[in-house]
């Protein structure tokens, strides 16, 4: 078990990091904006593309709140990690190395900065047709990476978020709605990439319900793991050293 100012140091964090949380989505929301309303009918796989050769700030911003967003799911799996590592050392192992496994979709914004950026401002100084075909092209198969990387996101966040409401709601930091709402977000992330290997059209009206139940998720868990940081009495200093001592 952690000693007690240990829990308590990390439930106040937690408490405050779900806050964080929700603010890259704000920031990947506007920048999806900022490059549909300049694609017009471009498919989607060129759209980013074609609105980045005339608006190539959105395309920056995009990069950058995949980066963001990703890396403040890392932060968070890890640091759940760490709380209940004594508890559940191997639900929190796994947990843990999911958190890390974000790397790799985190990766996918470092792609929108430098391959799509490149293909951006080559697809705008193509002077022919033809050549603009060809960035096309080459634009389809960085698109296919940059999902292939934010797909393998849907399976860690699913595993993830399984993880953490069964070690949570153990311990009590979890409410019951607070469970639901997490275990919806995580059946809609995991039915994403199962359709996606199967060939399923994944319905996308369900994708921004996603993010309301999840931003209630972190919402209501920030309550109850902010409460719970309170009700933990911190030991006296001399207690605290004894027990490092031991």
Known sequence: MLSVNEERLWLRFLSRWV?????????????????LSKAGDTPVE????????EQPAGLRLLGLAIILLWGSVTVFFVALACLYKRQFPIKST????????????????????TAAMDMARRYGAAATEEQRDIVRQ?????????????????????????LVVSMARATHSMTKLTAILYVLSAS????VFVSHIVGFPFPFVLIPAYWAVTLGAHLTFGRSIGKQAKGLVPEPANQATSALGR
Do not use: C, H, K
């Open 188 to 191: 809609v992330m995991l039915g």
């Open 46 to 53: 060129l759209a980013y593309m074609a609105a980045a050769s």
């Open 94 to 113: 796994f947990l843990g190395v999911a958190g890390l496994g974000f790397l790799i979709p985190m990766s996918a914004g470092n792609v929108q900065w």
């Open 138 to 162: 080459i634009q389809m198969t960085v698109f296919q990476i940059v999902e292939s990387r934010i797909d393998f996101s849907n399976l860690l966040w699913g595993v993830g978020i399984l």
């Open 19 to 35: 806050y964080v949380l929700p603010l890259p989505v704000l920031l990947l929301f506007v920048s999806i904006g900022m490059l």
